[in-house]
């Protein structure tokens, strides 16, 4: 039994111009979605280079800190071992 309406093969011809224009949509999204990654890619490459620059600072000035205050540096990585052996203990 045939549930399609009259006219079946009338809408399979018609399916040519409406695959054209979702290739033609697909083609765009796809333009888009490359330009958009191409653009995430130089952000996220910047930001990559602004966090390498910020944490080399950071070791620099922790190195310089433990150099000119040994002792302080012994006494906050005890205390803080400290706290993270209790935080461990409790599990």
């Known amino acids: 039994m045939n549930t399609e309406p009259s006219g079946g093969a009338g809408a399979n011809s018609a399916a040519p111009s409406g695959n054209r224009s979702a290739t033609e ?3 765009m999204a796809a333009h888009e979605i490359g330009d958009s990654l191409a653009r995430s890619k130089v952000k996220l490459s910047e930001f990559q280079g ?3 620059d910020k944490t080399r600072e950071c070791v620099q000035q922790t190195d310089a800190y433990v150099r000119e205050n040994p ?3 012994i006494g906050w ?3 803080i071992g400290f706290v993270i052996g209790l935080i461990v203990r409790r599990r």
Do not use: F, I, S
């Open 25 to 27: 949509l697909a083609r």
């Open 77 to 79: 990585a005890a205390g």
């Open 50 to 52: 602004a966090l390498t």
């Open 71 to 73: 002792w302080k540096a």
